[in-house]
């Protein structure tokens, strides 16, 4: 079946600029995860959705990121004036529940580059 | 919060030869632990996890890591390297109750296979 999807795969923009970034999950999953990946580094957790709501949302660095699941589906993290240190691989990541036993499945990312 | 030490960011092996990538925990409760591999322009993907009382865990691909509580361990090893497994590999960690779905990540140990 399909897998998670994210788009697009890359997004260059410049600093100062709003730009939002999509996750599709596996059909049926409940559990929805962001995470960020700087160059060189591991991805870092940013929020959980379970359903519709973010169970936790204790990542995101500031209040210029702000993500939903409206319809406990599709995913929209949103970036408000953009600074080049938000320059990063974009993941997401879905699960059948909020149980790490299944595991999360990761979608391929989107790069983002501020310039 | 849990943390997790991937010793090594590059390891080089000959095709054929052992594969061994080390992951280390930090914390004294042990943590359920994963490894995922990350190809080039893909997301990451699931290769084992230690989530029960299995201390010897196989996975996809030929891969098995050991789970050694009193080394606080979880090494990754692949008997005979080929050069597909040329990618980069992430051990991560969760806490077992509330918090189980937030990973943390090491910072990768990118494998390269010599012909």
């Known amino acids: 079946g399909a897998g998670v999807s994210q788009t697009p795969s890359n997004k260059v923009t410049e600093k100062g600029k709003y730009v939002e970034l999509r996750c599709d999950p596996i059909s049926g999953h409940t559990a929805l995860y962001w995470y960020r990946q700087s160059l060189g580094q591991g991805p870092e957790f940013l929020i959980y959705f379970q359903g519709t709501g973010a169970a936790d949302d204790s990542g995101l660095p500031n209040d210029r990121f702000f993500a939903v699941r409206p319809e406990g589906s599709v995913s929209t993290l949103k970036i408000q004036r953009t600074e080049r240190g938000d320059s990063a691989m974009y993941l997401c990541?879905?699960?059948?529940?909020?149980?790490?036993?299944?595991?999360?499945?990761f979608g391929p990312g989107t790069r983002l580059t501020v310039l | 919060a849990q943390s997790v030490t991937q010793l090594g960011s590059h390891v080089s092996v000959s095709e054929g030869a052992l594969v061994l990538l080390r992951c280390n925990y930090s914390s004294s409760v042990p943590p359920y632990i994963f490894w995922y591999v990350q190809y080039p322009n893909q997301g990451l993907q699931l290769l084992l996890k230690y989530t029960s009382a299995a201390t010897l865990v196989k996975g996809i691909n030929g891969f098995e890591a050991e789970f050694k509580k009193s080394e606080t361990s979880f090494h990754l090893t692949k008997p005979s390297a080929h050069m597909s497994d040329a990618a980069e590999y992430f051990c991560a960690v969760s806490d077992r109750g509330s918090n189980d779905y937030k990973l943390s990540f090491g910072a990768g140990t990118t494998v390269t296979v010599r012909a």
């Open positions: 990541a879905s699960s059948p529940a909020n149980t790490p036993v299944l595991g999360q499945f």
